[in-house]
């Protein structure tokens, strides 16, 4: 195993990631992106010593790129299991990234893997295979993003044990800037404050928001020689929006904040 990556806690996220694993029941993380869901992931699977296997779903992703296919070789024709079966053979952590943003037939792929059967059935090979007793579904979303188009179904979502993130507060996200990127605490502050300031900011009708990854990505900009106002420039501001107006006016509220 690697090293474990940082995670600081801002609930109860470990417990009940804890107690899903040990009573082998899927866990749905919710909320927008760059709040530490895969990061979260990451350290759990550390924690508890398991393989951790991510998919990052896009709207291509189907139930063949999970479960596996046949490929031929040569001569021969040979099957390959997807990530989807090596998890559930091996008994690895699953996690399914964006899962939302997957074709349907992905849901319908993991239906019995989410209830008591734990069984993942392979129409190619008309095999049905037991879940391995340490096997674990993770899937995250955002429900803010697309919304209206690319949602789960109640009939999903209820098969899961759901866990929702949000950004963290003020001191909890300046912890996380210094350990993540050694920058200064006052430095980590103004970053801090400016998300928090642009959070607020929702009459500017920002699809996403600044996540702490950007936060993040800024730190190391400015950590690394960068100056400051150009690093949250590229780091915050560009990432958000393309439209001029917009940037022009968080560049100036963040110019007059750092």
Partial sequence: MTKTPYYKSIGKEEDVFTHAYNNKLPLLLKGPTGTGKTR??????????????TVSCNEETSSTDLIGRYLIKGAETLWIDGPLTTAVKTGAILYLDEIAEARPDVIVA??????????LYIDKLGQTIKAHPDFMLVASFNPGYQKGFKELKPSTRQRFVALSFVYPNLKDEVDILVNETQIDTATAKKLVTIAHKIRNLTELGLTETVSTRLLVDAAKLIGTGLPKRLAVKVGIVEPLTDDEDIITALTDLCDLMI
């Fill in 40 to 53: 979260f992931v990451d350290y759990m699977a550390h924690q508890l010593n398991s393989t951790l296997i």
């Fill in 110 to 119: 993991i239906h019995a893997l989410t209830d008591h059967r734990k069984e």
